[in-house]
């Protein structure tokens, strides 16, 4: 059934258009999904790997084209860097403050980790000048929130609109460490800034309002750098100048990934769902909590910890969701998931209202305005609010054309939202989905029954 349900129409060989047609009968998904590797930490091996002193063998790595563009960045400063597969990886790292001088400008296409992360490692790196750019959505997220700081440590760097939009100019220069109380909770803001305290000499401290994924630290400390970490402030000081060791990184599935599946199988009736080897850090488990709240029904299987991660298998089967209030310091811990978390509540009886998430408003799109305009457009009642959406559930989804705005969170999360719409939706531009999930659509082919 499912070659029918499920249609792909290619544009010019780059875009492609989903469409998903329900039948009239129904469907459901059933079967093990295993997910590709986790992209914060597929992101931060290749990094970590370059800079070190030696080899490191990654298992596991995302092949999605966010950490390609990581790869291709760090090649260009002299990491040599084998072909990219999930099997095995190898880097052979050039050691901290070796970078080579890029001969052309670093392009971290669509990705605000690879740019945001490698900024920190750029401005710390004296008598070298580097350019980096990024594609059309990542040149125009904001950038200041990691330039001021590397500012405020002597950095040198030049942009556009006072230096807060990328391309970007960088002299490297030797930094002065510094207190850095970040006004947002980021992991990027605080894997910056510690990256450029790997090369400056002393104490360099983040802290945050409320604890971002911890996954620089986890890798930090394997790879041999000295870091505290202070519970009580969110706050983590690592002292440099620091010198690194190649290290064996296992890479887990990516929750965010995950995360499709776990709402798909929850809203559409009669699933059971096993995603097999997920990532559950903590830092990064607030769907879990969230869906949860809502009724769903799953089940962590097989707990196990690999290579310093917690890693386990997700069971999930169908259930009756209902609305809730999702709000404050959970909110770092799922803001990816969010996209497919309005999905769940168009689904769910009573309302579900999500705050403090003003964030999504400057990811690869405009998270609250995109998923609010392409699901009412099938029929649900979301309004936006300036910092989340309120969404009335119990509506049902009638097919149509949505876009995916060259978001990749977006366009799998339209594909779900259709497995319950009546008739036809075609999900436009659906090719983003291969920014962290290459073969999503393959997947879901294969579980829909
Ligand atoms: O890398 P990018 O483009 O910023 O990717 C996103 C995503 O949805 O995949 C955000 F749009 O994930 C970020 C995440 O939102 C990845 C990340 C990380 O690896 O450190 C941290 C989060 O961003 P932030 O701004 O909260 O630090």
């Not at 072909?83 to 001969?103: A, H, S, Y």
């Not at 965010?256 to 997920?278: K, Q, R, T």
């Not at 903590?282 to 809502?294: K, N, S």
């Not at 609010?385 to 054309?401: A, K, Q």
Request: glycine share 10%; hydrophobic share 40%; aromatic share 4%.
């Amino acid at each position: 059934m499912s070659a029918s349900v499920i249609t792909v129409e290619t544009q010019e060989n780059v875009s492609y258009k989903l469409i998903i047609q329900r039948p009239p009968s129904g469907l459901s998904l059933q079967g093990r999904i295993r997910v590709p590797g986790d992209k914060s930490i597929s992101h931060r091996a290749l990094m970590l790997g370059a800079i070190a002193e030696g080899e490191t063998q990654i298992q596991g790595l995302l092949l999605g084209e966010d950490p390609r563009s990581t790869a291709s960045c760090f090649r260009a400063m002299g990491a040599e860097i084998s072909e990219l597969n999930t099997d095995f990886v190898r880097v052979k790292g050039i050691g901290l403050g070796n970078f080579l001088e890029p001969v052309d400008v670093l392009n971290a296409g669509n990705s605000g980790t690879t740019l945001r992360l490698m900024l920190g490692l750029l401005a710390s790196h004296p008598g070298r000048f580097f350019t980096v750019t990024g594609d059309s959505s990542l040149r125009s997220r904001p950038m200041s929130r990691v330039v001021k700081p590397l500012q405020q440590m002597g950095a040198q760097i030049w942009g556009r609109n006072g230096g807060s939009l990328a391309p970007l100019a960088i002299q490297g220069q030797a930094l002065t460490p510094i207190h850095y109380h970040s006004p947002i909770a980021s992991a990027q803001v605080k894997s910056c800034i510690l990256l450029a305290g790997l090369l400056t000499e002393g104490q360099t401290t983040v802290t945050e309002p409320a604890l971002s994924r911890d996954h620089s630290e986890r890798m930090f400390r394997a790879f041999g750098a000295e870091l505290s970490i202070d519970p009580e402030t969110n706050g983590v000081t690592v002292t440099g100048p620091a010198k690194l060791y190649g290290q064996s990184v296992i890479v887990p599935g990516d929750i965010s990934s995950a995360a499709f599946w776990l709402v798909a199988g929850a809203i559409v009736p009669g699933s059971d769902l096993v995603i097999e080897n997920v990532g559950i850090n903590p830092t990064r488990t607030g769907i879990l909590e969230a869906l949860a709240l809502m009724g769903a029904d799953i089940q962590r299987e097989n707990e196990r910890e690999v290579a310093g991660e917690p890693v386990a298998d997700l069971r999930v089967r169908s259930s009756r969701l209902r609305g809730c209030t999702i709000a404050g310091d959970i909110i770092p811990r799922l803001i990816d998931e969010i996209p497919i978390l309005a999905v769940a509540a168009v689904f769910a009886e009573g309302t579900t209202i999500i705050r403090d998430a003003q964030e999504l408003r400057v990811k690869e799109s405009d998270r609250i305005a995109v998923m609010a305009q392409q699901l009412n457009n099938m029929g649900a009642n979301i309004t936006e609010l300036p910092d989340g959406m309120e969404i009335t559930g119990g509506t049902s989804l009638v097919g149509t054309d949505v876009d995916s705005h060259t978001d990749h969170r977006i366009a799998m999360s339209l594909a779900i939202a259709a497995l319950n719409a009546t008739g036809i939706t075609t999900v436009n531009r659906a090719e983003a989905a291969a920014i962290s999930y290459p073969n999503f659509f393959e997947s879901l082919t294969g579980i829909i029954k």
